[in-house]
């Protein structure tokens, strides 16, 4: 049976658990209400689906949709003399529902409980066959950290894992624009009223907000970036662009190309690689050491602006072009103009012709920048 979120239900459980992330910006944008408004879903579809753990943060909204869902009691833990609540694993694991909801992914669980991080109690639950719905915020996941610490200031020790993300069968953005999140949050509706003028003073600006939001947006697009190439049989595959600035010696011509590569790159959010093929004219000892130190500052460049910089040896240059053009999937090649009129190249040079042409049966763009 076929249920909302492109979930799948059934009698039969498979070796490991289906696993969905629901990822945001920030607390707030709706993670949490967006998965109980899913278990509804699935509840009324039949499927065997149980809270694991919820937190509503006393959102009235939220906290409305608890109602009616089959909820597994929390375990009550005493802990430095304050009694505590942690999701109830052991429980969960003897019920065996088909899916459970586990809210605050990045949770840190009470000392000597049987995991030190509630990921860990997912992971434990889909090795035993139980499909898990949970939710995180951006700010958590491990790899990020060092860019949320540059935009708020603040590292969040609380992280998950970026194999985490990886063992996700879906992983779904919950987005919100920053007028729409600092709105919600002086209405009420994210903390309580004493807390709102402090957010607002910190992490809720909207400048932080935006730049959160984009990290958010990258890594659910290049979830599904890896999901389309392990999934999509290649030739259905919509091709990504990749760039490759090919450049020379020509200190100035080559900064141009350089940066302009890097400017298209960002405009299609593409990788880009700088390719320099050193002829045997230009090998170690003949090349003039001016022109060597104007090549390493280049490269230098290329790898600041966010290039894979690649040099080869090769007494062909067109060929090495074509040869990395086959090798990396390059969409678009971007050259340098040429001192002399491009059609004179092209009428005197029959390798040239063929990179055009090589270029072309390979639907690879040739850009020549001025």
């Known amino acids: 049976m076929q249920v909302p979120g492109g979930l799948s239900s059934g009698s039969h459980k498979t070796t490991k658990g289906r696993f969905k992330i629901y990822i945001g910006m920030s607390a707030g944008v709706g993670k949490t209400y967006r998965m109980l408004q899913e278990a509804h879903a699935l509840l009324r579809s039949g499927v065997n689906i149980q809270i694991g753990y919820v937190e509503t943060h006393g959102r009235k909204e939220t906290e409305a949709l608890v109602a009616g869902l089959p909820l597994v009691p929390r375990r009550q833990v005493f802990y430095k003399g304050k009694l505590l609540e942690e999701m109830d694993l052991n429980t969960l694991l003897l019920l065996t529902p088909e899916w459970v909801i586990v809210d605050e992914l990045a949770h840190t669980n009470i000392p000597g ?35 949320v610490k540059a935009i708020t200031g603040v590292e969040v020790t609380e992280r998950v894992p970026d194999k985490m993300l990886q063992l996700a069968d879906e992983v779904v953005n919950i987005d919100l624009t920053a007028d729409e999140l600092i709105t919600r949050l002086k209405e009420g509706k994210i903390y309580e009223a004493s807390k709102v003028e402090t957010a607002l003073r910190n992490f809720f600006q909207s400048e932080k907000i935006l730049q959160l939001r984009e990290l958010a947006l990258k890594e659910v697009a290049s979830q599904v970036e890896r999901k389309v190439e392990t999934e999509v049989p290649r030739g259905q595959q919509m091709r990504h662009e990749r760039f490759l600035a090919c450049i020379s010696t020509n200190d100035e011509i080559a900064r141009k190309v350089i940066r302009k590569t890097a400017r298209l790159a960002a405009y299609y959010h593409a990788d880009w690689q700088v390719l320099y093929v050193q002829t045997p004219s230009e090998s170690t000892g003949r090349i003039n050491l001016a022109l060597q130190r104007h ?67 390979n639907e690879t763009d040739i850009v020549i920048l001025s």
């Open 295 to 361: 090549l390493i500052n280049n490269m230098k460049l290329a790898t600041e602006l966010g290039a894979e910089v690649l040099q080869v040896q090769d007494t062909n240059i067109a060929e090495a072009i074509i040869r990395t053009v086959k090798e990396r999937d390059i969409t678009t090649v971007c050259i340098g103009k040429p001192h002399i009129s491009l059609f004179r190249i092209i009428l005197r040079t029959n390798i040239f012709n063929q990179l055009l042409k090589t270029l072309s049966s």
């Open 113 to 147: 409980s049987r995991h030190e991080k509630r990921w860990q109690d997912v992971v434990e639950l889909l090795q035993a066959g139980i499909s898990v719905i949970t939710a995180v915020n951006i700010q958590h996941i491990e790899s990020i950290n060092h860019h």
